[in-house]
């Protein structure tokens, strides 16, 4: 069974502190993305990466950046964490088909 | 940047019924789509793709259709159970990476 797996379902942060959510997926696979989800703006993609060492920006990079060193593992971090920050961050990866397979999530509020 | 349009208020159906969600997008065709479902503090779980030279997929009661004219996709859930209530959320593939729809959120009523 494919497994991606996030560090922390619930978080509470104070502004202007460093965040890091992680994410590992133990299906060997090259793809791996980080999303935000918020309430009737769906799914918005923030970084991907499709190689160690690679990444690309998404459509709201701004105020996070990523880092993957080995292949199972993608991190999402947030420099200095604001306010508009709070939201539901989801990880996914894909070998280089089609599906998509996301992470349970993780629940980020910054106070 | 691809623009993706999903029915916002929430579907109220009856145990038995057919459920019928709405996805519709603007801008260029996608070589695929994809339906997800997601339940509440959940991610997205894949149930099913749809390439653009294909009308229509099947799988178990699931049906989903592919309208490259209208720009459309429909997702069909046929005997509709209560345990199919949660959100759906429609995918369309860009260059290596996704666009989502928002979400419909379906409620199954025994």
């Known amino acids: 069974d494919v497994k991606v797996t996030q560090s922390s379902r619930y978080l509470v942060k104070r502004t202007g502190e460093k965040v890091f959510l992680e994410c590992v997926q133990d299906m060997d696979h090259e793809n791996m993305f980080w999303y935000r989800q918020d309430p009737g703006l769906g799914l918005r993609l923030i970084y991907f990466s499709y190689d160690v060492k690679m990444k690309e920006k998404g459509d709201i990079p701004e105020g996070y950046s990523v880092s993957r060193e080995k292949k199972e593992r993608f991190s999402l971090i947030l420099e200095s964490a604001s306010t508009n920050q709070t939201s539901m961050y989801l990880c996914a990866s894909r070998l280089g088909g089609e599906t998509q397979y996301f992470g349970p999530g993780t629940r980020l509020l910054v106070l | 940047s691809q623009k993706i349009e999903q029915n916002s208020e929430a579907l109220n159906i009856q145990e038995g019924k057919t459920a019928t969600l709405t996805c519709n997008y603007t801008?260029?065709?996608?070589?695929?789509l994809q339906w997800y479902r997601q339940d509440p503090g959940r991610g997205p779980v894949f149930l099913l793709l749809?390439?653009?030279?294909?009308k229509e997929k099947r799988k178990e009661r699931l049906k989903v259709t592919f309208d490259t004219t209208l720009k459309q996709s429909l997702f069909h859930i046929t005997a509709s159970q209560p345990a199919d209530s949660a959100t759906y959320l429609c995918?369309?593939?860009?260059?290596?990476?996704?666009?989502f729809g928002s979400g419909t959120k379906l409620n199954v009523k025994p």
């Open positions: 995918a369309l593939a860009g260059f290596n990476k996704f666009y």
């Open positions: 801008n260029y065709s996608p070589a695929y």
């Open positions: 749809i390439r653009e030279n294909e």
